[in-house]
């Protein structure tokens, strides 16, 4: 079993929603909760870059760019963390990944999920 697995990705239109999960089966409860999680996503030609990141604190960073549209959450008891995407534009067209960021420094990235904003 994958130790990120993310789930939720697909074609969408221009002004709709989306809603992506990352889930991390292979890590126990008490070293998630402090663990960092991001989502980041990568365009053909492109460099992955940051999309969003949520600490075990629950403080939240945001790239310019999905400020407003889009939202990190964690649910610690479920082992998941959420990416809610609203009024999503053709740019955000994607591959989706989420990393772990534990205490130790051990990092894991999932496998990525597509993402597709057209008419």
């Known amino acids: 079993q994958a130790q990120v697995v993310e789930s939720g990705g697909g074609l969408v239109q221009p002004g709709g929603s989306l809603t992506l999960s990352c889930a991390f089966p292979r890590t126990i409860t008490s070293v998630f909760n402090p663990s960092t999680v991001g989502w980041y996503r990568q365009a053909p030609g492109e460099q992955r870059e940051l999309v969003a990141t949520i600490t075990g604190a629950r403080s939240t960073n945001y790239a310019d760019s999905v400020k407003g549209r889009f939202t990190i959450s964690r649910d610690n008891a479920r082992k998941k963390v959420y990416l809610q995407m609203n009024n999503l534009k053709p740019e955000d067209t994607a591959v989706y990944y989420c990393?772990?960021?534990?205490?130790?420094?051990?990092?894991?990235w999932g496998q990525g999920t597509q993402v597709t904003v057209s008419s």
């Open positions: 990393n772990i960021q534990r205490p130790s420094g051990n990092t894991d």
